[in-house]
């Protein structure tokens, strides 16, 4: 049984080029010129393909979606600081007037000696988050 045809190779194991050697001698004179096995192909390198094939580049997508993404945390920072406000009002809310009053007293915030539950957990709310941002 004979060895030839034979095929021999140039590239990588991914993309490869190939010619058929039909006996020794042309085997011989290919491999002097650079062609292999296919088992001796090295596996292809990774590559960063920046634009793809339909020309878009990906560095400018990706850049894209970044920036999309950083609006969509603003946003959501945003509600969490609101909806955090919110937790601590009712919570501000459940407390007894008089405790809400005696930190209003201890921040030296004036209020209306008729305010009810709701003003002064507003007025310690607004307090705390005038803190916050010093």
Sequence with gaps: MSDYPKMLYKGNKAKYEYQTASNK????????SGWVGFGDLPEPKLESKLINDSGINK???LGEENTKLKEELVEALKENQELRKQIRFKE???KPADELKAILDKAKIKYKANAGKPELAQLVL????????E
Excluded: G, N, T, V
Aim: overall charge negative.
């Design 25 to 32: 001698e042309s085997e011989k004179e290919l491999l002097d």
């Design 59 to 61: 560095l400018q997508i």
């Design 92 to 94: 501000l809310e459940d």
């Design 126 to 133: 607004d307090h705390e988050s005038k803190d916050s941002k």
